[in-house]
């Protein structure tokens, strides 16, 4: 699979405190990388640097240190037209479909905007079928989500016009910033099903997520990040039925199933229990990488 | 019974009309029973649980009545109803992190909530400090500002508040939904911790998360659009729903320790009822694959097994 997205050890340090006095490391030496047709899941607690990293690679926030390479090229350089060409192949859906909307216009503006800044010669007609053909990727339809307001949509819907509109260009990644998070129950498995299929069509995905039962249920690869580092990343069936590291299996522990109790597992060590940080990632099988795995720890 | 309902009805005022979020509900919470009140956004699960507590301005109380251990609420009565709030009924609001008042010091704010009911604090102070301890929060608490606590920390501190009065319902809304993996899990605990000290006797736990409920709850009440949809014990609920929209509800959930390689789960098609003026029977009729000419007319909400409640035409024959 060939690499779309590369993260090479890239970390971000925000200034904090009065006058930027202090320092936050909010992400710390991350390396992974997202390839054609492949979804991969960024799971982490809130404050773990899992959107910094979305909005790095959108180039919303500048990278502090290492690099972002896409299709071999470092997106911190791009400038100009080479900027806008990368948005035209890599766009972002983010968490709240209600204020990714100007409730003063209709919701069908981010259409038009799109169209005036990308496809400026392109006859009204064709981009109409362009518009309605990339509806129907989304399961929409034209005529109940044309011409009209956000409010009048419900959020689902808000949400797939977003993923609409970043089909109208001709995406290769698509970063996917905890998108399924305000949705209801009802509606938030035909998002998720909507990435799927974009997946077989090539598309590479991010999926920034806290939800672990979502990201198992749509990702290839799985990146589970801790204050901004990488515990454990690696195929998703991998981390998922064989978690080496301790948060990992604290986190999946954690998670309330829907069939079993939480006391019906053993109670494993509360999350403050492991040692802070530190270590290197190991490959401990193929495709599945863990920082300082708990055997190592136990044997040493 | 701790808690029985019967018929209640609540609209919001809205320019355009009425909005029906509370529609002819009636149902039982069990002494020592946690009942968790799940739905959607917007299903009015909030607004009933809020109704039994306080109603806000927009909120418009049209019928029916509440019975707390026997006596009943005033809750179309503001002022009559400050003689139960927190004494006898306390509600840990949706948004407990930010129901601290920032400008007092946590402890001058809980004196002035008990001055406000007529208690001296030093009656309590012991009480508080043991049940603080109990949540794993220091006393030191009590000096600091809300700025100067955590998230999870205002959270219990707010837990903790709302009970010290030993009320006989304690109604938790969406309190485990900002929070993350392992804290939600510290917090469900807590509340089945709660019941077994006798801080409280019954508990109405409100979430959109099923998966939350199966943990801590007994029962589950599932609403649909103002409507109740169907009532069990959280293991039928999960198990063997009996209503439409509670099977493909927890059909479309996905799990943790499931391989979806090619399988997908299906949503359920369609958005739920607008609210101002919605349509007459069943309302989840027109999302509903065993929706018949029936259904039309509003399913009564019956008894279809010892304990288990449901408001369909198909189950209910």
């Keep these: ?300 | 019974m701790s808690l029985s309902v019967d018929d209640l009805t609540v609209y919001y005022r809205s320019l355009r009309g009425d909005v029906r979020a509370v529609d002819g509900v009636s149902f039982s919470v069990a002494d020592g029973e946690i009942m968790g009140l799940a739905g959607e956004s917007g299903c009015g699960k909030s607004s009933l649980g809020n109704s039994l507590v306080y109603l806000t301005g927009r909120m418009r109380y049209v019928g029916g009545k509440a019975l707390l251990d026997g006596g009943e609420l005033p809750i179309w009565d503001f002022e009559a109803m400050n003689e139960h709030r927190f004494k006898r009924i306390s509600v840990i609001p949706q948004y407990a992190m930010s129901a601290l008042n920032p400008t007092r010091k946590v402890g001058k704010m809980t004196g002035e909530l008990l001055h406000s009911r007529g208690i001296p604090f030093a009656s309590v102070s012991d009480e508080l400090q043991r049940r603080l301890e109990l949540v794993g929060l220091s006393t030191d608490v009590l000096h600091m500002y809300p700025i100067e606590l955590s998230g999870g920390m205002k959270q219990r501190m707010v837990m903790v508040l709302s009970t010290l009065l030993n009320p006989s319902l304690l109604i938790a809304d969406e309190i485990t939904s900002a929070l993350d993996v392992s804290t939600q899990k510290a917090v469900a605990g807590m509340l089945a911790e709660f019941r077994e000290h006798g801080f409280v006797k019954s508990m109405i736990v409100i979430t959109h998360d099923i998966s939350i409920l199966y943990q801590v709850a007994d029962t589950i009440l599932v609403m649909y659009a103002g409507h109740l949809a169907e009532k069990a014990s959280a293991s039928e609920i999960v198990d063997a729903p009996l209503h439409p929209y509670t099977r493909m509800l927890i059909s479309s959930l996905p799990e943790v320790g499931v391989r979806y390689e090619e399988t997908r789960l299906s949503g359920i098609p369609g958005i739920p009822p607008p609210l101002l003026d919605p349509p007459q029977g069943c309302r989840f009729k027109d999302r509903c694959p065993l929706a018949t000419a029936r259904c039309a007319e509003r399913p009564p909400f019956v008894e279809v097994a010892p304990g288990h409640q449901v408001a369909c035409w198909e189950k209910a024959a």
Aim: charged share 25%; net charge negative.
């Design chain 1, 1 to 300: 699979m060939s690499d779309l997205l590369r993260l090479d050890r890239c970390s971000k340090v925000y200034r904090v405190g009065a006058f930027g006095s202090g320092t936050l490391k909010a992400v710390r030496d991350v390396t992974f990388d997202v390839g054609a047709g492949e979804v991969v899941s960024l799971i982490g607690e809130s404050g773990s640097g899992k959107s910094t990293i979305g909005r790095m690679i959108l180039r919303l926030s500048p990278v502090t240190e290492g690099a972002i390479t896409f299709r071999g090229e470092d997106v911190a350089r791009l400038r100009g037209h080479a900027l806008k060409e990368y948005y035209r192949h890599v766009q972002g859906v983010f968490q709240d479909p209600f204020s990714s909307y100007n409730p003063v216009y209709k919701a069908d503006r981010v259409f038009k905007l799109l169209k005036d800044e990308y496809f400026p010669e392109l006859a009204a007609s064709d981009w109409r079928t362009r518009v309605e053909s990339s509806l129907d990727a989304v399961t929409l339809d034209p005529s109940q989500v044309l011409h009209k307001y956000p409010h009048q949509l419900s959020g689902g819907q808000l949400q797939r016009l977003l993923v609409a509109r970043a089909l109208l260009l001709d995406i290769d990644l698509l970063v996917a910033d905890e998108i399924i998070s305000m949705l209801d129950a009802s509606t938030r498995i035909d998002v998720l099903n909507l990435l799927g299929e974009l997946k077989g069509r090539g598309l590479g995905i991010l999926f920034i997520t806290h939800d672990l039962s979502l990201g198992n249920y749509i990702s290839n690869r799985t990146v589970i990040l801790r204050r901004g580092q990488v515990v454990e990343m690696g195929q998703t069936a991998k981390v998922f039925d064989n978690p080496q590291h301790a948060y990992t299996r604290a986190l999946i522990a954690s998670v309330p199933h829907l069939h079993r109790k939480w006391s019906d597992f053993q109670n494993g060590r509360s999350e403050d229990d492991f040692a802070e940080d530190g270590g290197e990632l190991l490959e401990i099988e193929p495709d599945h990488f863990v920082r300082r795995p708990e055997r190592m720890e136990r044997a040493a």
